[in-house]
């Protein structure tokens, strides 16, 4: 599902600025993100925006991924959709500040990137993940040089953040596998 922020008749044109109109997109969002299936994705399409102060990005998306990160919305997934570097600056500060990132992408289902404040380690996993399509956290460890252990944190941490995707495979009596794949 696609959301575009500029086009919302509820906020206003095309200048994104203030608290209050971000909770106004916030909710907007929540909503939508709330509608979707499990593992759904929200494209959140800012390419139509203007200007996005701090204000405005903080309470709209620094917000909505942190309750993203929480769990709040089960395995759903927000994409931010922009091409022009300058309006992330505010997102990408929000983020940061909050030890957030999104994924975002030129279009929907274009490349991934990584917005806002992941370790260089977290980098190196997310970035083979993405490589690989779909991998399993065995396979994923095996190429990174890792233990299990430390894989499953790794990506644990990616999938709360919500850069990547996990599901559950099935494992040996008791134990369980899982396999991700990057959100796009």
């Known amino acids: 599902m696609v959301y575009d922020v500029a086009a919302d008749p509820t906020v206003g044109g095309k200048l994104m600025v203030t608290r209050g109109t971000g909770r106004r997109v916030r909710e907007a ?21 203007e200007l996005m102060d701090y204000s405005f990005a903080d309470e709209a998306l620094g917000i909505l991924a942190s309750r993203v990160a929480s769990g709040e919305y089960g395995e759903r997934r927000v994409v931010l959709v922009e091409e022009d ?44 993940i993405q490589a690989a399509g779909s991998i399993s956290n065995a396979d994923l460890a095996a190429r990174l040089g890792l233990n299990h252990t430390a894989m499953n944190n790794r990506a644990t941490r990616l999938f709360k953040l919500g850069l990547i995707q996990r599901h559950k495979n099935t494992a040996a009596p008791g134990g369980r596998q899982y396999s991700y794949e990057g959100v796009s």
């Open 29 to 49: 969002l929540a909503g939508l993100l709330e509608g979707l299936p499990s593992g759904g994705v929200l494209y959140v399409d800012t390419r139509g925006v």
């Open 85 to 128: 570097r300058e309006l992330l600056e505010n997102v990408e500060a929000s983020l940061r500040q909050r030890g957030l990132a999104m994924v975002r992408v030129e279009e929907p289902g274009g490349e991934p990137e990584v917005v806002g404040d992941v370790p260089g380690h977290l980098v190196e996993t997310l970035r083979e």
